[in-house]
């Protein structure tokens, strides 16, 4: 399956809201009903974290001005209002279907 | 507080070999499956390995089948994957993640093959 992320850069203003799109090649519902669709964010110089999973669902210590939602093929990651810290590369990952596959990374800078 | 401490990086030569583990702690090891990704220099996320919580379902991207083996010790909260026949384009950070949705990553061990 092939993720592809638009934009691939967002120069974004502080307190401003951002968005990015994932959109696959083929449905990511599992046979068993569930869409394993998750979102990370790579801080410069860090390993990833994970942000959002299963479209929407916020990980534990995630900010609520993170949130996700989509179905099906399309998906997206919004931040209502950007802080400094989020500035680095934001991936989407699907795990319905092996090989598990990764978009190719949307960098989000201040403007 | 969920930890993930990969280990086994290190510079080898072409057609070389190296394992990797990952030792986990903070959450019960055997009720999660395991993967593993790697980012080579400047480049995007690749997974190249799955193992789930017994050890009974793998997978592999197609680039590695055949050269790189995932494994798991529950007993142990660790996680191996021993990598044959390296490639120059092996050269990355390689990640463990817990669950195949990532829900924690280790800080990497960084594989570099070269002559």
């Known amino acids: 399956i092939v993720m592809t992320q638009t934009p691939l850069t967002s120069p974004v203003t502080l307190g401003q809201p951002a968005s990015i799109s994932c959109r696959s090649s083929?449905?990511?519902?599992?046979?068993?009903?569930?869409?394993?669709l998750s979102w990370l964010q790579q801080r410069p110089g860090q390993p990833p974290r994970l942000l959002i999973y299963?479209?929407?669902n916020r990980f534990s210590g995630v900010p609520d001005r993170f949130s996700g939602s989509g179905a099906g093929t399309d998906f997206t990651l919004t931040i209502s209002r950007v802080e400094a810290e989020d500035v680095g590369l934001y991936y989407c990952?699907?795990?319905?279907?092996?090989?598990?596959?990764f978009g190719q990374g949307t960098k989000v800078e201040i403007k | 507080e969920v930890q993930l401490v990969e280990s086994g990086g290190g510079l080898v030569q072409p057609g070389g070999s190296l394992r990797l583990s990952c030792a986990a702690s903070?959450?019960?090891?055997?009720?999660?499956?395991m993967s593993w990704v790697r980012q080579a220099p400047g480049k995007g996320l690749e997974w190249i390995s799955y193992?789930?919580?017994?050890?009974?379902?793998?997978y592999y991207v197609d680039s590695v089948k055949g050269r790189f083996t995932i494994s798991r010790d529950n007993a142990k909260n660790s996680l191996y994957l021993q990598m044959d026949s390296l490639r120059a384009e092996d050269t990355a950070v390689y990640y463990c993640?817990?669950?195949?949705?990532?829900?924690?990553w280790g800080q990497g061990t960084l594989v570099t093959v070269s002559s």
């Open positions: 993640a817990r669950d195949s949705s990532g829900y924690n």
């Open positions: 903070g959450f019960i090891f055997s009720s999660y499956s």
């Open positions: 193992i789930s919580s017994s050890g009974d379902s793998i």
């Open positions: 083929q449905s990511l519902v599992h046979s068993n009903g569930n869409t394993y």
């Open positions: 299963k479209i929407s």
């Open positions: 990952m699907q795990a319905t279907q092996f090989p598990q596959t």
